[in-house]
């Protein structure tokens, strides 16, 4: 699901669908729309929902994205599923702090901490 009109790489891992970004700033409006949309298609072809978003290639993330990952991780919980982050660069992980996000989402240094976490 590479190609370049698309801002995230999918992939399964032992049941786990696993949403790379691969813009390094998520900031504008239309990216972040597009962005949500394929996030959601994401999330919906899969038959389970337990999802991690690795944030390794992301450098700068507006609060608008924020948004966007709140109404993902609702769309995620109502199919009975869990969403973990990781790889959140100090920088980003401050705005979780500062929003209390850090206590919504859990949170791991790597993705393969992540993935042995569910």
């Not at 990952?69 to 982050?85: E, P, Q, S």
Request: net charge negative.
């Amino acid at each position: 699901m590479t190609s370049a009109d698309t801002h995230i790489n999918v992939k399964d891992s032992n049941g786990v669908r696993v949403i790379e970004f691969c813009d390094r700033k998520i900031l504008d409006e239309l990216s972040i729309s597009e962005l949500g949309g394929e996030l959601n298609s994401a999330v919906d072809s899969q038959s389970g929902a337990n999802t991690l978003l690795d944030f390794k290639n992301v450098e700068h993330l507006s609060s608008a994205a924020l948004g966007m990952l709140i109404t993902l991780d609702k769309r995620i919980k109502d199919k009975k599923g869990v969403l973990k982050l990781s790889n959140i660069n100090p920088q980003i992980y401050e705005v979780f702090k500062i929003t209390r996000l850090n206590k919504l989402f859990e949170i791991h240094e790597s993705a393969d901490k992540a993935l042995a976490s569910f």
